[in-house]
């Protein structure tokens, strides 16, 4: 079965910027959306299309594609950023697909 | 405001049948896919499957076909998602989300199924 791979964990201090990856064979031919968790709520979306920003998230948040990585670039993090991120994108089949999820601690 | 309200939690017995729902208000319910992702205790984000409310065109993730049913009730702007022949594993938080076919703009706070003999 088609498989995302994200990193368990990504750590960065106050200010600077936190890259996560997402890997897939099929993501150059999918769209990918990225989602933020924090404990006890439900996800939120911060990034659709690979790289489109829903209203009401802050322009800190990107997203970029090279390949069959995607990238979700946090700049300037910030201590509320500090979540479990999932990146979701789809198989030939239009079944969705969720990566792991990596945990980012703001030290 | 859009909000999805799904209903409460659930406790079964191992080898039941669990029926939960999810109601919309605040939005079209037919202008969006209801998708319905479940998240085991300390685990990660699962895609179950989804419909589509405006013609109830489902499709479901390989490893639930056979056990799991979506539907949509547009009289009542439901989704409604069952899951038969539990078991043990199937205990997690089960969330009702609702977007377009690449993205879930909107979620439900999430159902608590739990599977227990």
């Known amino acids: 079965s088609y498989e995302l791979t994200q990193p368990p964990s990504v750590s960065v201090s106050p200010g600077q910027s936190a890259r996560i990856t997402c890997s897939g064979d099929?993501?150059?031919?999918?769209?990918t959306s990225w989602y933020q968790q924090k404990p006890g709520q439900a996800p939120v979306l911060v990034m659709h299309k690979d790289s489109e920003r829903p209203s009401g998230i802050p322009e800190r948040f990107s997203g970029s594609t090279s390949g069959t990585t995607v990238t979700l670039t946090i700049s300037g993090v910030q201590a509320e950023d500090e979540a479990d991120y999932y990146c979701?994108?789809?198989?030939?089949?239009?079944?969705?697909?969720f990566g792991g999820g990596t945990k980012l601690t703001v030290l | 405001e859009v909000q999805l309200v799904p209903s409460g939690a659930e406790v079964k017995k191992p080898g039941a049948t669990v029926k939960i729902s999810c109601k919309v208000s605040?939005?079209?319910?037919?202008?969006?896919?209801m998708h319905w992702v479940l998240q085991a205790p300390g685990k990660g984000l699962e895609w179950m499957g989804l419909?589509?409310?405006?013609?109830?065109?489902?499709l479901c993730a390989e490893t639930f076909q056979g056990r799991v049913s979506i539907t949509a009730d547009t009289s009542t702007d439901t989704a409604y998602m069952e899951l038969s022949s539990l078991r043990s594993e199937d205990t997690a938080v089960y969330y009702c989300?609702?977007?377009?076919?690449?993205?879930?703009?909107?979620w439900g706070q999430g159902t608590l199924v739990t599977v227990s003999s």
């Open positions: 419909v589509d409310p405006e013609d109830g065109e489902t």
């Open positions: 605040g939005s079209t319910f037919t202008d969006y896919y």
């Open positions: 979701q994108s789809a198989d030939s089949s239009g079944s969705w697909v």
């Open positions: 989300a609702m977007g377009t076919r690449h993205a879930a703009d909107y």
């Open positions: 099929a993501l150059p031919r999918q769209f």
